[in-house]
């Protein structure tokens, strides 16, 4: 996860960049990064969701995310994500929020996505 805080996609800054974390108390549940305006300017990239293995299944991630996206649409007309390839939960819950594939792959160090 540190090493995700640090990560920047090609020709962004780092204020374009946040790290967000959801808390229930003193329980971290979720965490979410994001990249204005990329990769064009009308999209914001999600690039990191996770929550904690405590709170999935509960509607928590759900919520999040669709808070998320709808502050997102006061600035931004689309959103886009990766998730890891051959990670089925991590696709259902995504098709669960409405995302699509666009059938773009990338190799990664150590995954595809």
Not at 25 to 40: E, I
Request: hydrophobic share 40%; with cysteine.
């Amino acid at each position: 996860v540190k090493e995700d805080m640090l990560c920047l996609p090609e020709g962004k800054a780092k204020a374009d960049k946040f790290f967000v974390g959801f808390w229930n108390g003193s329980d971290l549940v979720a965490v979410m990064d994001f990249v204005y305006a990329y990769p064009d300017e009308e999209t914001v990239f999600i690039g990191l969701f996770m929550v904690d293995q405590a709170y999935q299944r509960k509607g928590i991630g759900s919520h999040i995310v669709t808070e998320a996206l709808a502050y997102f649409a006061k600035n931004f007309r689309k959103a886009r994500l990766a998730y890891v390839k051959g990670n089925p939960q991590s696709q259902h819950f995504w098709e669960k929020q409405g995302f699509k594939s666009i059938g773009c792959e990338v190799k990664q160090e150590l995954y595809t996505v």
